[in-house]
């Protein structure tokens, strides 16, 4: 992960269309088009997910912990 908590893509594995945005960068799809941004190429582009494959990429929010009060 960079500094941004970003994962870096290689972009050998990846599409013309995933290098460019046009499709996700996990399943292909290119309608709608992936507007989750959940990375970047070592050229500094945008890697772009569907919003259902960028749930599963993005590390997810910390819980918040509620103290229960006591008896």
């Known amino acids: 992960m960079d500094w941004l908590g970003m994962a870096t893509f ?4 990846l599409s013309f269309a995933q290098r460019d945005g046009d499709a ?11 507007r989750v941004h959940v990375g970047r190429l ?13 749930e599963a990429l993005l590390p997810a929010m910390p819980a918040t912990v509620v103290g229960l009060p006591s008896r």
């Open 10 to 13: 290689d972009p050998e594995g």
């Open 42 to 54: 070592p050229d500094s582009s945008r890697v772009l997910a569907c919003p259902d494959c960028a």
């Open 24 to 34: 996700c960068v996990v399943c292909h799809k290119r309608w709608p088009r992936p």
